[in-house]
């Protein structure tokens, strides 16, 4: 499985990149636009970047520019795809099963939102994907899954749908069970918030549908 980070252009602490890099290595960097400063302060040179560059430090540009391994993937301001999702496709094409994105939450909640929804594209091409920050690791399933509680981002799990209905769900292990409970979108929005794991293991399983999942902390 080759293993990608995404470095895009929105809010990203780089204190807590440089640490989660360090803790978990990637094969193939993709920078994306203004993420190109961030790939610069953290000391890394990318595969590729992606991006129109409108918000890009020049000097840091052009000091990329003059490697010649780096790919670049230049596009017009006016495109129909996101900064993020031209890095994703990128990234596929070079050979990525598997996309760590840094820096795509906490800023503008259309690019956030836009960003979730890219996860579905990556589900529907058999890539796995997440979203991290310092706080959140975001990701979907399509089938049940089992949380090893060591193992976990943070102290919650939560579930939201992301699909118009998640049939069946049931958790086991977790501070709130559920038993084979449908689940939609707008409707008991909080039944599968801030869930905690409570044995080693715990799992959900639910029929149909497709859900977030977000492992998340307290500061």
Known sequence: MKTGVIITGGRLDTAF?????KEN????????????????????????VVGDFDTVDRNILEEYRKNPCILWDVHKPEKDETDTELAVNTAIKLGCTRL????????????????????KYCLDNQVEAYLYDSQNKVYLLSQGRTFCREALYGTYVS???????????TLTGFKYPLNR????????????????????????TFDSGILICIESKDF
């Open 17 to 21: 990149a440089g640490k989660f890099l």
């Open 25 to 48: 290595p990637a094969d193939l960097v993709v920078s994306v636009d203004g993420g190109l400063e961030k790939t610069k302060a953290l000391g890394l040179v990318p595969h590729a």
């Open 100 to 119: 760590m994105i840094l820096g795509a939450t906490g800023g503008r909640i259309d690019h956030e939102l836009s960003n979730i929804h890219l996860l």
């Open 159 to 169: 579930f939201i749908p992301m699909t118009e209905e998640v049939r069946a769900i």
């Open 181 to 204: 409970k449908h689940i939609s979108i707008g409707a008991e929005a909080g039944l599968c918030i801030s869930n905690e794991v409570i044995t080693d293991r715990a799992r959900i």
